[in-house]
């Protein structure tokens, strides 16, 4: 079945940086578009990274443009979250997400948290940015 681990999470001072790491296993036909996510508590779950690794097209949340980066590796079956100078505002738990998507428009939040609430998220990893 499909399973994602997501790791890396951790406690860092304002301006900081973390790198999240997501393994994905169980899927049958692979994946082409991945993404992050993350939830505050009380707050809706939000999409902040995601990747069409098919032609390596790449969207952010406003609120990281400039400090994420989003990579996947195929190979290792896995996709990272390379974040930068990090704010308070970061902390949340962080989840990855993974489906193969067809046509690439299809490679959105709601094609991947549709996908996700149906296969069960990972545990998530937390990260917390102190000021």
């Known amino acids: 079945q499909v399973q994602l681990v997501e790791s890396g999470g951790g406690s860092v001072q304002a301006g900081g940086s973390l790198r999240l790491s997501c393994v994905f296993s169980?899927?049958?036909?692979?994946?082409?578009?991945m993404g992050w996510f993350r939830q505050a508590p009380g707050k809706e779950r939000e999409g902040v990274a995601r990747i069409y690794s098919s032609s390596g097209s790449t969207y952010y949340a406003d609120s990281v443009k400039g400090r994420f980066t989003i990579s996947p590796d195929n190979a290792k079956k896995s996709v990272y979250l390379q974040m930068n100078s990090l704010k308070p505002e970061d902390t949340a738990m962080y989840y990855c997400?993974?489906?193969?998507?067809?046509?690439?428009?299809?490679?959105?939040?709601?094609?991947?948290?549709?996908?996700?609430?149906?296969?069960?998220w990972g545990q998530g990893t937390q990260v917390t940015v102190s000021s």
């Open positions: 997400a993974a489906v193969l998507a067809s046509p690439p428009r299809a490679c959105n939040s709601a094609t991947l948290t549709t996908f996700m609430n149906d296969k069960g």
């Open positions: 169980g899927y049958t036909y692979g994946v082409n578009c």
